[in-house]
Every structure is written in structure tokens, then in C-alpha cells.
């Protein structure tokens, strides 16, 4: 039996592996799923955070946080949260990128 925690974190890799494909190659960014975000949202946030890229720093490549729980409860359901869980990796990593999200889609 797999846990729901488990089930979404294999929904983060298949959403990172898609977009590799897309793209042609590796993302060059460590993934991470938290259950909820922090309480000090970046200025930039407004609302709940779905997910967060810390962008690389001296020896540390970039970093992706997906936010486990605030996903889960925007999907209606398990079809609908890997489109979310897509749609939030795509537009971070476009972020990253310099690209357009839809791109990445």
C-alpha cells in the first residue's frame, strides 16, 4: 500500500520528467515536497504558496519546493492534482528559465 504523501511525491517526479522531455534535457534543480508552506510568504507571494524556487547560491544548485497540502486541497481530484502539480512546476521552472510557462505545459 502507498501512502498519499508517496503518491505525491511521484506525481512531482512524473510532472518533472514531463517537462524535462519538453525541454530536451535535465532541469538542474534538486526537487522537495513539504507538507505546508512556511508562515512568512515572500513579498512577492500572495496567498498560500503552492511552491518555491530558491534559486542557486554559491555551491547549491536551485531548489523546488511543492507544497503538499495546499495542492491537494485545491484538486477536485487524483487526475485534476496532477494537472496542478504540473501547471505549479511548470510555472516555476519557466521562472527559472526565463521562458513562458505555456511552454512548458
Known sequence: MISR????DELVLDAAEAIERKLGHELGVELAVEDV???????????VALGRLF?????LPARLVVYRRPLTQRALDDADLAAVVHEVLAEQIARMLGRDP???L
Open 5 to 8: 504523501s508517496a503518491k505525491f
Open 37 to 47: 508552506p512556511p508562515s512568512d510568504p515572500a513579498p512577492w507571494e500572495h496567498g
Open 55 to 59: 534559486p542557486a547560491e554559491r555551491n
Open 102 to 104: 505555456d511552454d512548458l
